[in-house]
C-alpha cells in the first residue's frame, strides 16, 4: 500500500513538473509549440558551439537543416506577429536573445561537465533521419525554460477599466 502511494505521489509530481515546464507555450497552437521548440534546440546548439568550441557541429547542423530551419524562423515570425504585433520584431529578438542568455546561464552551472553532458546534441540530431523528425527531437529535449513567456497577459491601459458591454435597452 505505501509503496502504491509512492508511485503516486512520484507520477503526481513529475506531471506537475511536466505542466509548469510547457506553461510558457500554454497559448500557442501545436505548430506554434514546435516552432518554439525547434528554435529553443537551434538556440541550444549555438551555445553549445560557442561555448565548447563545437563549431564545425554546428555548422554541418545548418547545413543539413538549412531550408527546415528557415522555415521555422519564418513560423517563428508568425508566432510573433499573431502574439505582439506591432512589437513583433522587438519581441521576437528578446525572446532569443532570452533563450541564449538562459542556456548559457544553465551551462555556466554545469561548469565543466557541460559540454561532456550536452555534446551529444550534436550526435544526435546528425543521426536523425531527416527533418521530419527534428520537431519531435527537439520536444523531447524540452529545452524552453519556464522562465520564458511568450504568452502574455492582457494589458489594458493604465487607470483605464476593460471595455465593459454596451446596456440594452429596454422598450419604453
Given at each position: 500500500?505505501?509503496?502504491?502511494?509512492?508511485?503516486?505521489?512520484?507520477?503526481?509530481?513529475?506531471?506537475?513538473q511536466q505542466a509548469?515546464?510547457?506553461?510558457?507555450?500554454?497559448?500557442?497552437?501545436?505548430?506554434?509549440?514546435?516552432?518554439?521548440?525547434?528554435?529553443?534546440?537551434?538556440?541550444?546548439?549555438?551555445?553549445?558551439?560557442?561555448?565548447?568550441?563545437?563549431?564545425?557541429?554546428?555548422?554541418?547542423?545548418?547545413?543539413?537543416?538549412q531550408a527546415d530551419l528557415m522555415g521555422?524562423?519564418?513560423?517563428?515570425?508568425?508566432?510573433?506577429?499573431?502574439?505582439?504585433?506591432?512589437?513583433?520584431?522587438?519581441?521576437?529578438?528578446?525572446?532569443?536573445?532570452?533563450?541564449?542568455?538562459?542556456?548559457?546561464?544553465?551551462?555556466?552551472?554545469?561548469?565543466?561537465?557541460?559540454?561532456?553532458?550536452?555534446?551529444?546534441?550534436?550526435?544526435?540530431?546528425?543521426?536523425?533521419?531527416?527533418?521530419?523528425?527534428?520537431?519531435?527531437?527537439?520536444?523531447?529535449?524540452?529545452?524552453?525554460?519556464?522562465?520564458?513567456?511568450?504568452?502574455?497577459?492582457?494589458?489594458?491601459?493604465?487607470?483605464?477599466?476593460?471595455?465593459?458591454?454596451?446596456?440594452?435597452?429596454?422598450?419604453?
Amino acid at each position: 500500500m505505501r509503496r502504491t502511494m509512492s508511485t503516486l505521489a512520484i507520477v503526481a509530481i513529475l506531471t506537475a513538473q511536466q505542466a509548469q515546464a510547457q506553461a510558457p507555450l500554454n497559448c500557442l497552437t501545436p505548430e506554434e509549440r514546435s516552432a518554439v521548440e525547434v528554435a529553443s534546440l537551434r538556440s541550444e546548439l549555438m551555445v553549445l558551439a560557442t561555448g565548447c568550441h563545437r563549431d564545425d557541429s554546428y555548422n554541418a547542423f545548418i547545413r543539413k537543416y538549412q531550408a527546415d530551419l528557415m522555415g521555422n524562423e519564418k513560423d517563428m515570425g508568425e508566432v510573433f506577429k499573431r502574439k505582439f504585433g506591432k512589437r513583433a520584431q522587438q519581441e521576437h529578438d528578446r525572446f532569443t536573445t532570452d533563450l541564449a542568455n538562459g542556456e548559457s546561464s544553465a551551462g555556466m552551472h554545469l561548469g565543466s561537465d557541460f559540454c561532456d553532458r550536452n555534446g551529444m546534441i550534436f550526435t544526435e540530431v546528425m543521426a536523425l533521419r531527416g527533418p521530419s523528425e527534428l520537431p519531435a527531437y527537439a520536444a523531447g529535449k524540452d529545452l524552453v525554460p519556464a522562465t520564458l513567456d511568450i504568452c502574455p497577459e492582457p494589458k489594458t491601459p493604465a487607470g483605464r477599466k476593460p471595455a465593459a458591454a454596451p446596456a440594452k435597452k429596454h422598450p419604453a
